[in-house]
């Protein structure tokens, strides 16, 4: 019990802070439990690069299907095509 009160009082203005706030680090951990699922899944990467590829794709709810855009000719909503960008 005593080991308690020192605690409390050696960490009371942070206590105090985090209360009045309402200030968390659940963000933080949030971000932090994501990379480790990754990295967890991936059962290990070739390098930085492509580690770190995959918690931008991953964490930035990116999607893999291409953007639709209204045709200007057609009015026809159709994938937009890197190469070619007409209908």
């Known amino acids: 019990m ?7 009082k050696t960490h009371l203005w942070g206590i105090l802070n985090a209360v009045q706030l309402k200030a968390t680090n659940a963000i933080a ?6 990379i480790q699922k990754i990295k967890a899944r991936a059962c290990g990467f ?11 794709f991953h964490s930035g709810g990116l999607s893999l299907q291409r953007f639709a855009v209204e045709c200007s000719e057609c009015q026809a909503k159709k994938p937009v095509n ?3 960008n007409y209908c």
């Open 82 to 84: 890197i190469e070619q």
């Open 2 to 8: 005593i080991k308690v009160a020192r605690t409390v």
């Open 29 to 34: 951990e949030l971000v932090n439990a994501t």
């Open 46 to 56: 070739r390098n930085r690069a492509r580690f770190r590829t995959a918690i931008l």
